[in-house]
């Protein structure tokens, strides 16, 4: 059963997500991150069906697990594009978008195929391992990729203050959402794991709204003073 | 498949601390470039006017007494995480490696810049409100 604490946590997350949409509407970021804002509207949309279903069948009703895995390999795959959206603006000038595209598609596609090669041999509800699977690993995944996407931004010498930002803040989300999946393997019965994925949900909220509401698009930063261990 | 977690886990842990510590420090540095207003060394009595990283700690008190309306109190907690990761390595590491004092106030004192700014901001947008309802 969800306690008072991962409602309180849920509701919070729905009202933020809503607030970035707000945000980037009011600052006209809308357009500008079009992908990260399509995911934060399926993000709202996932919030109210999976509420509907769990007012509906409970929570521990196979419609709502279903859903719930289901929902949320949609949500990271639409994440994943959001990163590769973030891609083709750093790589704008370039003209590197359409690489970037079919990089993204080819990255989907093995780590699907890695997914499915580890648990082909389920005997019970295949499908339902192969998305809980390769939702974990798309969150490894999108680590590594942000990792070099943030590499790239550096050696680039990318100044734009909102794209460096939107880009650490899914580092921190996918980086601390891959650790929370590989402790729950390590320790499956530990609530803490659960409970730290439960409260990252209110990272990117948080840090996108700040970004769009608080850092213009003119403003500009030196990748130099950022980095990690720099001085 | 433990052995593979644990490999995630650490990998995962390593990025997640690089990637944390770089967006506070873009939160910290792109503050740096806002000049702080009279009313801040008024409010916070810093004769000076050098923030140190002392003086976080007591922005950040000051801070709750005024109503957050600008929403950046997500980004002040987690300056207020950096702040104490700093201050941990300053307090562990000081007696081993004495030149990362120096880079450590540095840091501290941009924490302290980063909370002063956002005090002021809630400080005019606290008048502003008063004076419109005044008027």
Known sequence: MLNPLDYAIWILTFVLELGVLYCALRTRNFLRYLPLNLYMLLAVAADVSRFAILEHYGYT???YTYFYYYSDVLLTICLFFALTGLYSRVFKEMGAAVYVRIGAIVVLV???AVCFAMVRHSQHRLATHFVIELSQNLHFVGAVLTYVLWSAVKTLRETRTQLIQLIL?????????????????????????WFAAGAMGLWLPLAWGYTFLKVPESARLATARVSAGAR | MILTAALILAL?????LQFFISYCRSMIAASSAVCLSDQIWEVTGIESRQLRGEEFIRILQLMSLCPDSGGNSGAVSAV???FRMISFVRSTLRGVIPSIVSWTDAELSGCAHFAAVALDTRISRSRELMSQQYS
């Open chain 1, 61 to 63: 009703s196979s419609a």
């Open chain 1, 169 to 193: 803040s899914l580092g921190v989300y996918f980086s601390a959402f891959a650790a929370s999946f590989a402790l729950t393997v390590l320790y499956p019965n530990s609530p803490y794991s």
């Open chain 1, 110 to 112: 093995l780590t699907a």
């Open chain 2, 80 to 82: 207020r995480t950096y």
């Open chain 2, 12 to 16: 995962s842990s390593v990025a997640l």
